[in-house]
């Protein structure tokens, strides 16, 4: 039993929860203007697991007849049959269940868009079918986070930084971009829509580029929305410089270090943001 969950966790990357969690946190420290009480933050937790883990569920089912014709992902548990579609279903409706009993536990306000958010992260996994703008759709669902942290510590969306949102879409969308790059000419011929399948890899690398630095723009607005002080801003430059390493080591023509790239510095990326958040509200004066 403990290994087919071990599987099933691995088939979803669970330990990726680190790209969103800690902007939910962000949110939620904002919103409070330090660290909210203990059961928020424990149910903020179990909500960003819930949702992280029943989108990434349901992306490996929606998706398995492409990832078994994939060479790059006929490894994965699911078309390699490691495990079940039933266990597999039972895993996305288990966490979909905590997540909303999570929202029920904070406030009648995160209940009430909680459903959104759901259908939002679910509705992704379709979207390489018809549009090369799924980037930008799951880069849209992921701004959820920030913007669930906050109204699960304050009950309200009065004074919410928007920018926030803006920046973790375009930061989300960006390097989704970069990570579709793997599978350009397989989504190409299989029918999938992905920037980079319909323009390029090249072309694909220059729209990511243009969304970080918008991602970038947007994450210092916040800042000056929310008044924070140098704290932030060093983080900020090392968000900086983590989004230059990213282009800086993967290329169009040479995409060996992509998943360095994809999940070293994105990691980094959420937790130097939202470490240097809860530095500023600390020492603020």
Same mark, same amino acid.
């Given at each position: 039993?403990? %290994?087919?969950?071990?599987?099933?966790?691995?088939?979803? %990357?669970? %330990?990726? =929860?680190?790209?969103?969690?800690?902007?939910?946190?962000?949110?939620?420290?904002?919103? !409070?203007?330090?660290?909210?009480?203990?059961?928020?933050?424990?149910?903020?937790?179990?909500?960003?697991?819930?949702?992280? $883990?029943?989108?990434?569920g349901f992306n490996r089912i929606a998706d398995l007849r492409f990832d078994?014709?994939?060479? +790059? $992902?006929?490894?994965?548990?699911? #078309?390699?049959?490691?495990? &079940?579609?039933?266990?597999?279903?039972?895993? @996305?409706?288990?966490?979909?269940?905590?997540?909303? /009993?999570?929202?029920?536990?904070?406030?009648?306000? $995160?209940?009430?868009?909680?459903?959104?958010?759901?259908?939002?992260?679910?509705?992704?996994?379709?979207?390489?079918?018809?549009?090369?703008?799924?980037?930008?759709?799951?880069? @849209?669902?992921?701004?959820?986070? #920030?913007?669930?942290?906050?109204?699960?510590?304050?009950? &309200?969306?009065?004074?919410?930084?928007?920018?926030?949102?803006?920046?973790?879409?375009?930061?989300?969308?960006?390097?989704?971009?970069?990570?579709?790059?793997?599978?350009?000419?397989?989504?190409?011929?299989?029918?999938?829509?992905?920037?980079?399948?319909? /323009?390029?890899? +090249?072309?694909?690398?220059?729209?990511? @580029?243009?969304?970080?630095?918008?991602?970038?723009?947007?994450?210092?607005?916040?800042?000056?929305? !929310?008044?924070?002080?140098?704290?932030?801003?060093?983080?900020?430059?090392? =968000?900086?410089?983590?989004?230059?390493?990213?282009?800086?080591?993967? =290329?169009?023509?040479?995409?060996?270090?992509?998943?360095?790239? /994809?999940?070293?510095?994105?990691?980094?990326?959420?937790?130097?943001?939202?470490?240097? =958040?809860?530095?500023?509200?600390? &020492?603020?004066?």
């Amino acid at each position: 039993m403990w %290994k087919k969950i071990a599987i099933l966790l691995e088939m979803i %990357k669970f %330990k990726h =929860t680190v790209f969103a969690m800690p902007f939910a946190l962000m949110g939620a420290f904002l919103a !409070q203007r330090g660290a909210p009480n203990l059961s928020v933050f424990f149910w903020v937790i179990l909500a960003m697991v819930g949702a992280r $883990t029943s989108a990434m569920g349901f992306n490996r089912i929606a998706d398995l007849r492409f990832d078994a014709a994939n060479p +790059r $992902t006929a490894g994965r548990a699911l #078309p390699a049959g490691e495990v &079940t579609l039933l266990a597999s279903w039972g895993m @996305v409706l288990s966490a979909s269940a905590l997540f909303i /009993f999570a929202c029920y536990m904070l406030n009648p306000l $995160t209940l009430k868009i909680a459903p959104a958010a759901l259908t939002l992260t679910l509705f992704y996994s379709l979207t390489k079918r018809f549009t090369w703008f799924c980037h930008v759709v799951l880069g @849209v669902a992921l701004a959820f986070s #920030p913007l669930g942290g906050w109204v699960a510590a304050a009950a &309200t969306l009065d004074g919410y930084p928007w920018v926030l949102s803006l920046g973790v879409l375009f930061w989300v969308a960006g390097f989704d971009c970069i990570y579709a790059c793997l599978d350009a000419d397989f989504d190409r011929e299989a029918g999938l829509y992905s920037m980079p399948a319909i /323009f390029g890899r +090249r072309n694909g690398f220059r729209i990511a @580029v243009f969304f970080h630095v918008l991602a970038f723009v947007l994450f210092t607005l916040t800042g000056l929305h !929310q008044g924070l002080n140098l704290w932030y801003y060093a983080g900020l430059a090392v =968000t900086g410089a983590a989004l230059f390493y990213q282009h800086l080591i993967v =290329t169009p023509k040479d995409l060996s270090r992509i998943r360095q790239s /994809f999940f070293s510095m994105n990691g980094l990326i959420a937790l130097t943001l939202f470490c240097a =958040t809860w530095l500023a509200l600390a &020492t603020a004066s």
